[in-house]
T-cell receptor, first 113, second 113 residues
Framework: DAEITQSPRHKITETGRQVTLACHQTWNHNNMFWYRQDLGHGLRLIHYSYGVQDTNKGEVSDGYSVSRSNTEDLPLTLESAASSQTSVYFC????????????FGEGSWLTVV | AQKITQTQPGMFVQEKEAVTLDCTYDTSDPSYGLFWYKQPSSGEMIFLIYQGSYDQQNATEGRYSLNFQKARKSANLVISASQLGDSAMYFCAMTQGGQNFVFGPGTRLSVLP
């Protein structure tokens, strides 16, 4: 079965360190997204990609970067982790088209101390 | 710009009763899709139901139905015969073309025995 996997699922890191969260999907979807979820804010879009070599900033992109070198992967990098980036991160993918839903990974719990 | 509003931060319902979760949306595009997702305490995002803007009939999926009122820009989720396992966060979302997904802040549903 096609799926979308995130790693690591849980991570504790120190302020100032670089952190990369991996996302791999086997749906062969063109569109991939990174969201963060915080209490009271729902899901907020960090970065998204509509295809290989395409990346775009979402509403909360400061301090984050992504790259899309193939269809399957969209790693999210925190350049210099801050305590404000403690959150649950969700990777998701979708296919272009009005009736297509978005599929989520299981989430990555990141704590910055 | 697209926007999703869910005005009920929390809802309670008695087991076996029906419950309606409110969702209103704002878009100027005539073509869009509306979704509901469930997030149980384990954290995963589960797709429940989809409604297209041009669909003439309200969507139904088992115990879930979507009360789509296009003129009022509302897409309320109705859960019939609530079960204890329905206790979760519920998110309303909208997309245009399967690419730009916007989520509401969510409603926490608690089903009482």
């Amino acid at each position: 079965d096609a799926e979308i996997t995130q790693s690591p699922r849980h991570k504790i890191t120190e302020t100032g360190r670089q952190v990369t969260l991996a996302c791999h999907q086997t749906w062969n979807h063109n569109n991939m997204f990174w969201y963060r979820q915080d209490l009271g804010h729902g899901l907020r879009l960090i970065h998204y990609s509509y295809g290989v070599q395409d990346t775009n900033k979402g509403e909360v992109s400061d301090g984050y970067s992504v790259s899309r070198s193939n269809t399957e992967d969209l790693p999210l990098t925190l350049e210099s982790a801050a305590s404000s980036q403690t959150s649950v991160y969700f990777c998701a993918s979708s296919e272009t088209g009005i009736g297509n839903t978005i599929y989520f990974g299981e989430g990555s719990w990141l704590t910055v101390v | 710009a697209q926007k999703i509003t869910q005005t009920q931060p929390g809802m309670f319902v008695q087991e076996k009763e029906a419950v309606t979760l409110d969702c209103t949306y704002d878009t100027s595009d005539p073509s869009y899709g509306l979704f509901w997702y469930k997030q149980p305490s384990s954290g995963e995002m589960i797709f429940l139901i989809y409604q297209g803007s041009y669909d003439q009939q309200n969507a139904t999926e088992g115990r879930y139905s979507l009360n789509f009122q296009k003129a009022r820009k509302s897409a309320n989720l109705v859960i019939s015969a609530s079960q204890l396992g329905d206790s979760a966060m519920y998110f309303c979302a909208m997309t245009q073309g399967g690419q730009n997904f916007v989520f509401g802040p969510g409603t926490r549903l608690s089903v009482l025995p």
